[in-house]
């Protein structure tokens, strides 16, 4: 089962920075926090991910709590192309490639 | 470079019958999965292969579904026979092997069962 919960859906108008929370509130020491999201009749594209620290890449911002309960991410100037499902993943880096397990995720439309 | 190559893209076939799917992984991944995703659902481990060996196989429905990795590279899925519940996507991914890595996915093949 999934470690995470998030909103099933939300807007967000084009331009304007989109802010997608994560609750993971019994993560352990040893997982990180990833972020896919889905585009319609697309495979899941991975984003970013993080352990403690924020991460910034050219996509997109990743705020992690400093007890790591939950996250943000934030895409800074959402566009119509930035509609898509996003899931927030927990995954152990114990070793070898554990699988991503994920949830229902969220539903982000991007509004012109 | 080339992602995750996935065929067909979509099929339509009668209950009863066999389907397969293929799929070609980044060159270079060890790391190979098959997930299926059910409409509104995320999508969910069927298998995983490091190299030509399956490593977590626990969710694949033995009695119906198969999977091959010859040579460690190309994998093919297979449904013998299909039922209607088994209308879905089925996603294939691969990584390289390590500790963090990202998982890179397919298009995916749209399976209607009928």
């Known amino acids: 089962d999934a470690k995470t919960t998030q909103p099933p859906s939300m807007d967000c108008a084009e331009g304007r920075a989109a802010n997608l929370p994560c609750n993971h509130s019994?993560?352990?020491?040893?997982?990180?926090v990833y972020w896919y999201r889905q585009i319609h009749s697309q495979g899941p594209q991975y984003i970013i991910h993080?352990?403690?620290n924020n991460e910034t890449n050219e996509m997109a911002s990743l705020i992690i709590t400093e007890d790591r309960k939950s996250s943000t991410l934030i895409l800074p100037h959402a566009t119509l192309r930035d509609t898509a499902v996003y899931y927030c993943?927990?995954?152990?880096?114990?070793?070898?490639?554990?699988?991503?397990?994920f949830g229902k995720g969220t539903r982000l439309s991007v509004i012109a | 470079e080339a992602g995750v190559v996935q065929s067909p893209r979509y099929k339509i076939i009668e209950k009863k019958q066999p389907v397969a799917f293929w799929c070609n992984p980044i060159?270079?991944?060890?790391?190979l999965y098959w997930y299926r995703q059910n409409l509104g659902q995320g999508p969910e481990l069927l298998i995983r292969?490091?190299?030509?060996?399956?490593?977590?196989d626990s969710q694949l429905p033995k009695d119906r579904f198969s999977a091959e990795r010859l040579k460690g590279v190309d994998s093919t899925l297979k449904i013998q026979p299909a039922e209607l519940g088994d209308s879905a996507v089925y996603l294939c991914?691969?990584?390289?092997?390590?500790?963090?890595?990202?998982?890179?996915f397919g298009q995916g093949t749209r399976l209607t069962v009928v």
């Open positions: 019994t993560i352990s020491g040893n997982e990180y």
């Open positions: 993080g352990l403690k």
């Open positions: 292969y490091e190299n030509e060996e399956a490593v977590d």
């Open positions: 993943i927990v995954r152990a880096i114990n070793s070898g490639n554990t699988p991503l397990v």
């Open positions: 991914a691969s990584s390289l092997t390590g500790v963090v890595t990202e998982a890179f």
């Open positions: 060159s270079g991944h060890n790391t």
